[in-house]
């Protein structure tokens, strides 16, 4: 069954691609007609394109990777922030760091500086610095927060990147692509399909668009995560029950091997008793 329909997308204006005159030739497959100088996009194949995404982006989650989520618009930031906190993956929706993930070692020793200045908080190191350059450290803290806060939890390069409009995050599809990272996108007529792995043909302006798309995907890794803790609690189970096992049979074992003595000096094998003969004097 598919995740959405074609009226739910319909309701939330992803139809709604740019102006002709703007359009990318490599989104012809997925353009349905022309309306007033404006490429209407196949609402039809947006459904498959959503499915096929959030089918593979459950297996990532499942297998305990992280999903980067980007989206530095305006119109996307704050919908894209609240979706990806309730899975718990990371995102960047201010500036895009350049060499975010081709000088990954970089971003994350500033990430380790937050937690240094956190450190010096509440070891008494403040108290013997002066007023200005405590305010200096806590200004540079609040900037590092504000473009890192988001990736603090981010310690290896991420599995995949979802994205809201490749066209403004060229730099962050450019070094996905570099490393080899599997990039999902919602890409309007404006933009070449053929740059990502999995292209979402869709509005990538209008707010419902992008919050019902991110939502549909955001479920989608919750799904992965949910099957991920079913399969460690049952992993865990079974091997629970293989010691249990384990004890119960050497348990069995031992009780059912009996030791037998005797005063003419006997000897005990397992259930059988071997009598020594007197000595023929």
């Known amino acids: 069954m ?12 992803s139809h709604f691609g740019h102006l002709k005159r703007k359009w990318n030739p490599a989104m012809a497959p997925y353009i349905f007609t022309e309306k007033n100088g404006i490429h209407i996009i196949d609402l039809n194949k947006t459904v498959v394109k959503i499915d096929e ?13 992280k999903v980067l ?8 930031k704050d919908i894209v922030a609240e979706k990806v906190k309730a899975v718990n993956m990371p995102y960047v929706t201010e500036r895009w760091p350049g060499g975010m993930l081709t000088n990954f070692a970089t971003i994350r020793k500033a990430v380790k500086k937050m937690a240094t200045i956190d450190k010096m908080a509440t070891d008494g190191t403040f108290d013997n610095i002066s007023k200005k350059e405590k305010l200096q450290i ?43 990272i599997p990039t999902f996108a919602i890409v309007d007529t404006n933009s070449d399909p053929n740059v990502v792995d999995f292209a979402i043909p869709a509005n990538d302006d209008a707010s419902t668009s992008i919050s019902l798309i991110t939502g549909i995907i955001a479920k989608a890794i919750e799904e992965g995560l949910a099957e991920r803790k079913v399969d460690k609690e049952t992993a865990a ?33 397992g259930k059988k008793t071997a009598v020594k003969k007197p000595r023929k004097k």
């Open 69 to 76: 989520f980007v989206a530095t618009k305006k119109q996307a």
């Open 2 to 13: 598919s995740r959405t329909n074609f009226n739910e997308l319909l309701e939330a204006g």
């Open 138 to 180: 806590s200004r540079e803290r609040a900037k590092l927060e504000t473009q890192l806060g988001s990736i603090a939890d981010l310690t290896r390069l991420p599995a995949a990147l979802f994205i809201v409009d490749i066209s403004k995050e060229h730099i962050a599809v450019a070094e996905a692509k570099r490393l080899n």
């Open 53 to 65: 995404a959030a089918e593979a982006l459950k297996q990532i989650a499942k297998s305990g990777k």
């Open 237 to 269: 189970e079974e091997k629970e029950g293989g010691k249990a096992s384990s004890r119960d049979e050497a348990s069995k074992l031992v009780a059912g091997t009996k030791f037998n003595s005797s005063e003419e000096g006997d000897v005990a094998v």
